[in-house]
């Protein structure tokens, strides 16, 4: 019996894990890159190490998730990001387009977002932005991303990427960004800046691709984030 059960749990996690089309990332997916510029999907799915559940957020902190959703080349699809309470947190949401002329600039898109994946295109690449309010008392709420296509896998027709944010009883602290580390204000790197300046890393660092992820994961674990 046990052997039975056993292998029943193997099969459904192998087929969940080869059926998986949808992939949330923390920040740290884009900053892991050995050239930002060249950012694709197989280089984010390569990240897998960084994916994301429970991240937790203090007061007035933000976070920032790529959103993987992969599937066959041009088939369309609508991406939404509900929450629990309704309209808790603040979000924008982005796309990123790769192989394009401008691969960094964040395109604006609604909440929920309906669209098509490239024709040269194995995914279609999201950016949501998350703000946590000075005002947020302490908890956890959901925070889920969910893709529908029309011959997903998911039963109901919608594949959900189970998600909540642990919201810490303390303030986040304030930070500066250098002057010397400008960007234009709708392209990824203005976040990516702004990130690394919350950590106390110099915006040079991405130029250079000497970004230590060790150490912002061991900042984000201090205060309690991305345990």
């Not at 949501?128 to 991303?145: A, Y």
């Amino acid at each position: 019996m046990r052997y039975q059960l056993i292998l029943v749990l193997s099969l459904i996690l192998n087929t969940k894990s080869s059926a998986q089309e949808l992939f949330v990332f923390s920040d740290l997916s884009i900053l892991a890159q050995k050239q930002i510029e060249k950012v694709d999907c197989e280089s984010l799915l390569a990240t897998r190490g960084h994916e994301v559940l429970s991240p937790a957020l203090m007061k007035g902190e933000f976070l920032t998730l790529v959103i993987v959703l992969k599937h066959k080349a041009g088939a369309a699809f609508v991406l939404d990001t509900g929450q629990y309470p309704a309209g808790a947190l603040p979000l924008r949401s982005f796309r990123l387009f790769p192989g394009m002329d401008a691969p960094l600039e964040l395109n604006r898109v609604p909440n929920p977002s309906r669209g098509r994946i490239g024709e040269s295109q194995s995914c279609a690449i999201f950016v949501l932005d998350v703000e946590v309010p000075k005002t947020m008392p302490e908890g956890r709420l959901k925070l889920e991303p969910a893709l529908w296509v029309s011959d997903t896998t998911a039963q109901s027709g919608w594949l959900r990427y189970p998600m909540e944010i642990r919201i810490l009883p303390k303030a986040a602290e304030q930070f500066e960004i250098p002057p010397h580390c400008t960007a234009p204000a709708q392209s990824l790197k203005s976040l990516l800046i702004r990130n690394l300046s919350r950590e106390g890393v110099d915006c040079l660092k991405l130029d250079e691709q000497g970004v230590d992820i060790q150490f912002i994961v061991q900042q984000r674990r201090l205060r309690g984030k991305n345990k």
